[in-house]
């Protein structure tokens, strides 16, 4: 791929729906980095709703039906569109040597996400998941205090997902229908499987799933809200669980579910998500052979605690770190994500997330899908074709040309 230094890097929006917002962060990268030149010149969605509103969001834009339109017209994609489309778009732009942006999952089966790090590698065209949790503060503090060394070397990662908004964000619309996302332990828990791995320093081999659909099946008041977003039916006075009104017509896939793993190096980690609690946070806990640590929130305001003395119970902990960042959502961990892919693809410098690591995501989660629905049988991880692993392991650079 070769790109002109001596022109703003042309950047297509793919998909106009919620998770389009990450788009936005564009204009903001540009304007904290004063060597990066870019902007958004393409929009493209399938719908009439999705094109009135990247005509609104971006009004000097191009905008067209199809991703396949902007061929030859952009240097580079944010595909942002439904998680069982990601696979084929990605391959189309990938191998017309468009630099993509992938929302994650990278896929929503293991077989699609190999499809796609394996054009990737045939192309040489870059390939960016967007693990954006990977850039959040809690995340970048709990690293750190394991790269300082307070824990001694990891040997167990524990991680509690209380999904609060569980109804309204994934059980209204397609997020719930298992032909179109697979499940939400690869959907939503594909962020902390992939954080797992950053924090255990290895990547899942072995994995066992449990899981049931077990509250939001017996809401019977279903709709089809096609042409709404998550914005429109969102509100924290959707309480309780089962007074949920206009679930999505196919409701299909777990509300509980839970998964062990075994890393390749060795470390042990379990997930456990659940959709209908009334709070919404993540709770990390991470063990090693000095001590452990735990955040209490994952926002701006929390904190993560270090334990490296032995007592009895006890909740101060050794050690307090404030958490950064937002106190409320992921805006900063999208800004950093963002500018890195857009630094990479512009300026040639390296990211800090391979798409190995966001094809390890899928593994997990999909494989441990799998395992749920078929009497929780233990699957093993299949490996990557050695070429695609060469290729990712030293990823080329796009090269620069001046005039």
């Not at 997930?271 to 926002?299: A, K, M, S």
């Not at 500018?339 to 390296?350: K, Y």
């Not at 997990?364 to 899908?369: E, I, M, Q, S, V």
Request: aromatic share 6%.
């Amino acid at each position: 791929m070769t790109l002109d230094t001596n022109t703003p890097l042309r950047v297509a929006v793919v998909g106009m729906g919620q998770r389009s917002a990450i788009a936005q962060h564009v204009a903001e990268a540009v304007a904290a980095n004063p060597d990066l030149e870019a902007r958004v010149t393409a929009v493209a969605d399938v719908t009439a709703d999705g094109r009135a509103r990247g005509h609104a969001e971006y009004p000097d834009a191009r905008v067209v039906e199809s991703h396949r339109d902007l061929v030859g017209a952009v240097d580079a994609a944010i595909v942002t569109t439904p998680d069982w489309t990601h696979a084929e778009i990605a391959i189309d732009l990938l191998r017309a040597g468009i630099a993509v942006y992938l929302e994650k999952p990278l896929a929503i089966t293991v077989e699609d996400a190999d499809a796609v790090l394996n054009v990737a590698a045939e192309t040489g065209t870059p390939l960016y998941v967007g693990h954006n949790f990977r850039h959040a503060a809690v995340v970048r503090l709990m690293r750190e205090v394991i790269e300082r060394g307070e824990i001694g070397e990891v040997k167990a990662v524990w991680v509690r997902h209380f999904v609060g908004n569980g109804g309204d964000y994934y059980f209204k619309d397609w997020h719930a229908d298992r032909t179109k996302v697979n499940s939400l332990l690869l959907q939503k828990a594909s962020h902390d499987l992939d954080v797992i791995h950053a924090l255990a320093g290895g990547y899942t081999s072995r994995v066992v799933g449990m899981g049931t659909l077990s509250v939001y099946g017996d809401v019977t008041d279903r709709r089809d809200r096609s042409g709404e977003l998550m914005g429109d039916w969102f509100s924290y006075d959707n309480w309780p669980p089962l007074e949920q009104t206009g679930l999505n017509p196919v409701v299909d896939v777990e509300d509980v579910s839970m998964v062990m793993m075994t890393l390749d190096n060795g470390v042990q980690a379990s997930y456990e998500q659940c959709h209908f609690t009334p709070d919404y946070w993540r709770n990390y806990t991470v063990i090693g052979t000095e001590g452990r640590l735990e955040n209490i929130g994952d926002t701006g305001g929390g904190v993560v605690k270090v334990w490296n003395h032995r007592r009895g119970w006890d909740v101060q902990g050794d050690h307090e770190y404030p958490i950064d960042g937002v106190e409320d959502g992921h805006a900063d961990a999208d800004l950093l994500t963002m500018t890195e892919f857009l630094r990479s693809v512009a300026l040639g410098e390296p990211t800090s997330l391979s798409p190995i690591a966001a094809r390890a995501a899928v593994a997990a989660g999909a494989l441990a899908t799998r395992s749920l629905r078929s009497g929780s049988e233990p699957i093993d991880v299949p490996t990557l074709p050695e070429a695609t692993l060469r290729h990712f392991a030293t990823t080329p650079v796009p090269e620069r040309t001046t005039r």
